[in-house]
């Protein structure tokens, strides 16, 4: 059985979507990681993708964030193509000047955090608005602070990353992206290389963010209670397809494919939520 | 001193052939990677006494006379020089992927990926290797004297003719060039030290 129903469950208050996937494929040589994707989401709009490991969940954010190009298929951005420019009414593939300009409306949020090594955590935050936006040192600074601030790392702005913790290196991570104020925000399996007890602290700041924002979220991610408090949607990714996708009560309650039925099994339900059993 | 004068002209011509054969190594283009791949593979495959030799006495018959201490200063940038560009170019690909990741997620351009992120993190991995390659051109400027620069070696040897005393000549010869490169090896512990932030 293949569900793919798209129109049934979005909350579209009319308003047009940020992004719009459509037939998109990718190919690493011979394997098809991601098979004729359609996939939309609104300005605002907090989507989970789960899925078992290799399902093309990581690969769908890579392409939006233009870590990895698509083989097939386009991709935009607030009605601009991402991938592709039109000239003379044809699409021509993007030079990196355009990726630089259609690409600032996103952000990311990395498994491994990637903080760069060699700089303070305030100067991790600061280098990019300076560098990117132009601000002012000093309003990136201040910047800077407030997001740290709301991420509870505000202490650690003179220290290194390699001397946090997982967790909070993540953390980090979230307030840099945060600094460059996207209007979508990835995050790729955020909590995935941490520590079981600093897994808490980053969902929180997730959390947080969620309830207080406007910007879209894409989160990927295993924590199955954590896609059922904060999504708005969830999307089962397998095998390179969107193969059902609803709200969280749908999806978790009633799953229609067999194949989320079996995924959700590995998963099951205790007083907080949704276990992974080993 | 003629060692210093070669060591400090040639030092920085080798520093700045580095990053140029680096660059060119890890090029978008085919052709300028080729073609620096070649130019360094040559340099970095034959010797450097050989070199000397024939730029002093193969080139001129070729119609180009080349002073001594060009020959001397030429020779040993090319060859350091090469050296120096696989040092430049494999400590940038040591950099893990994950870092240009994060600067293209916040839309930092191609240079500026470079400049703030890949290369102050690379130079730090290159400095052991420079300091290294530095001590090398050090002794390499005693070769030039068998092109008639009057360097420190040539000159001791000169002395021997004239005074004689072998071993004690000598000895001081050897001990002026740990001298000199050890002066080396403590600035470039240095530089590592100050290069070392963020690190534990």
């Known amino acids: 059985m293949d569900v793919t129903e798209t129109d049934e469950t979005q909350q579209t208050d009319g308003k047009e979507p940020i992004i719009k996937y459509r037939n998109i494929s990718k190919s690493f040589g011979d394997h098809q990681v991601l098979k004729e994707i359609d996939f939309d989401l609104y300005p605002g709009e907090r989507v989970a993708i789960i899925g078992p490991s290799g399902s093309g969940k990581t690969t769908l954010a890579r392409l939006l964030m233009t870590l990895e190009k698509p083989s097939a298929g386009t991709i935009q951005v607030d009605g601009r193509h991402l991938w592709h420019r039109e000239v003379k009414g044809k699409l021509v593939p993007a030079n990196e000047r355009h990726l630089h300009e259609v690409r600032g409306d996103i952000g990311m949020v990395f498994q491994h955090f990637n903080l760069f090594p060699h700089m303070t955590i305030l100067r991790n935050c600061t280098e990019a608005p300076v560098k990117v936006l132009g601000l002012p040192k000093k309003e990136a600074v201040e910047r800077a602070k407030e997001m740290l601030d709301k991420v509870g790392m505000l202490d650690k702005v003179d220290q290194y990353p390699a001397n946090l913790s997982g967790g909070q290196q993540q953390r980090v991570a979230i307030a840099r992206a945060l600094v460059m104020r996207p209007k979508v925000m990835l995050f790729d399996e955020p909590t995935s290389a941490l520590d079981p007890e600093t897994v808490g602290e980053v969902l929180n700041v997730i959390k947080d963010l969620a309830r207080q924002g406007d910007m879209a979220m894409l989160l990927i991610t295993h924590e199955m209670s954590f896609a059922r408090e904060v999504a708005d949607r969830i999307c089962f990714f397998d095998d390179g397809k969107i193969l059902e996708q609803g709200p969280p009560s749908q999806i978790f309650t009633q799953p229609k494919t067999e194949r989320l039925q079996e995924f959700l099994k590995r998963f099951h339900l205790n007083g907080n939520g949704f276990q992974e059993v080993q | ?200």
């Open chain 2, 1 to 200: 001193m003629v060692t210093v004068q070669l060591l400090v002209i040639a030092g920085i011509l080798s520093f700045v052939m580095s990053f140029i054969g680096g660059f060119a190594r890890l090029s978008r283009f085919a052709l300028v990677r080729w073609v620096s791949g070649g130019i360094i593979e040559f340099f970095r495959g034959t010797s450097l006494l050989v070199q000397l030799f024939w730029l002093y006495y193969a080139l001129p018959l070729l119609g180009v006379s080349l002073p001594s201490g060009l020959v001397g200063i030429v020779g040993l940038a090319l060859n350091y020089g090469s050296y120096g560009s696989e040092i430049v170019r494999s400590s940038i690909l040591a950099i893990p992927k994950g870092q240009t990741e994060a600067g293209i997620a916040l839309n930092m351009t191609p240079a500026q990926r470079m400049r703030s992120i890949i290369l102050p993190q690379a130079f730090r991995i290159m400095l052991p290797s420079f300091g290294n390659l530095m001590i090398e051109l050090l002794k390499g400027t005693a070769l030039v004297s068998l092109v008639t620069i009057s360097d420190m070696t040539l000159n001791i040897m000169q002395m021997r003719n004239t005074v004689g005393h072998d071993t004690q000549i000598l000895s001081l010869l050897l001990v002026a060039y740990f001298i000199i490169g050890y002066a080396m090896t403590l600035g470039f512990r240095w530089l590592e030290r100050r290069f070392s932030a963020g690190r534990v």
